[in-house]
């Protein structure tokens, strides 16, 4: 634990980016893009929409959605990305790069998450698309689980990392690769000693929470996600690893808003939604960590430094002080619960 006599009771930071963020489409975008646009510069956004932004023309028509949504007087730019398929073109890259809205093409292992059905059976299929990536410095962020039902759900990062990112390394060593999510030391290891230029996204829950949370009083839905949190030694390797100052290691909320009733459900969606507060979290997270300091390149210096962006040039200030998070939030014509809903945390961003 800190010592928190001497932790301030404000802190001041560039403004920060989330590299990895869900806002959906139409009245749900609408609903939760004010949340992110709040509190950040910048957001990549993810492309497992249904049907998934496949092409170009489809993420530049999604922006200009994006940006159709954004109430007047906020400031906000997305960065979209590509949903890789197993039959996404080379050229296609090259007209994402020259269009300079796509910053980056997204790996959903088919059947691993939200809206990934569409996603990649076999990365062998799609290695005239990687090389044509790795020419042009297109990044390439992976969600990093293997989706063999016989591997245990725990274990899906894990086995990942040597069935597949070893290999993609070998094969592609100057590929711009971004472990996205990482839950487990496993994973925040490999990224610290990999070759060739690699980084990772943490999310603000996987720095606070662990499995024992998804079932704290009973089936938690809104602490479920993927991947999904895991042991407490690992939550404790990724605040080692976010609180380190490597580069390497930067903020992505993974905010995933799914409507209350596909949570709270005998089989639920896996996401959790912490745009309305999700700097709040991190500060908290921190913290508690005794590295406040280590915030500010987290969150603001280490994810425009990978995608080679300038850093934000306005500033937030989150101060200490405890506030009630809502119950639900609207979603849509609907609701979605965010996480810590009715609950008072320490940090408010002013
Ligand atoms: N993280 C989640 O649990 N869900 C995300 C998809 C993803 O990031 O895997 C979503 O879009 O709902
Ligand atoms: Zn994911
Ligand atoms: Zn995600």
Redesign the pocket.
């Known amino acids: 634990m800190s010592d928190l006599e001497h932790t301030p009771d404000s802190i001041t930071i560039a403004r920060p980016d989330d590299w990895?963020l869900?806002l959906r489409d139409g009245a749900t975008l609408a609903s939760v893009l004010p949340h992110s646009a709040r509190q950040f510069g910048r957001a990549i956004v993810?492309p497992?929409l249904k049907p998934p932004v496949t092409t170009t023309a489809a993420a530049e028509a999604y922006r200009n959605r994006i940006m159709a949504a954004l109430p007047a007087g906020m400031k906000f730019e997305p960065l979209m990305t590509l949903y890789l398929t197993n039959n996404t073109p080379p050229d296609e890259i090259l007209r994402a790069q020259e269009s300079g809205i796509v910053h980056a093409v997204k790996l959903?292992p088919a059947g691993?998450?939200?809206?990934?059905d569409a996603g990649v059976t076999d990365l062998s299929n799609c290695y005239k698309t990687l090389e044509m990536m790795q020419e042009v410095g297109m990044p390439f962020l992976v969600?990093g689980e293997v989706t063999d039902q016989d591997i245990d759900l725990f274990d899906r990062e894990a086995v990942f990392i040597e069935r597949v990112m070893r290999p993609l390394r070998r094969d592609f060593p100057a590929l711009n690769i971004v472990f996205?999510?990482i839950t487990t030391k496993h994973a925040a290891q490999y990224v610290a000693e990999a070759e060739g230029p690699i980084a990772a996204t943490i999310t603000a829950h996987h720095l606070l929470y662990n499995r024992n949370d998804i079932f704290k009083g009973g089936i938690r839905p809104h602490y479920?996600?993927?991947?999904v949190l895991k042991r407490e030694e690992h939550r404790l390797a990724l605040v080692t690893a976010a609180t380190s100052g490597d580069e390497r290691f930067f903020l992505g909320t993974?905010s995933?808003?799914?409507a209350q009733g596909a949570k709270e459900a005998a089989c639920g969606?896996?996401?959790?939604y912490t745009a309305l507060h999700a700097m709040e979290l991190y500060a908290e997270a921190f913290e508690r960590a005794g590295a406040l300091d280590k915030l500010e390149a987290f969150a603001s210096f280490n994810g425009p430094a990978f995608y080679g962006l300038p850093r934000n040039t306005d500033t937030i200030t989150l101060k200490r002080e405890q506030w009630t998070l809502p119950e639900t939030l609207p979603l849509a014509d609907q609701q979605v619960v965010p996480l810590n809903a009715g609950e008072t945390i320490n940090w408010k961003m002013v």
Not at 269 to 272: I, L, S
């Open positions: 990895h869900h993810m497992n959903y691993a998450t939200t809206n990934s969600h996205e999510h479920y996600c993927l991947p993974d995933a808003p799914h969606c896996a996401g959790c």
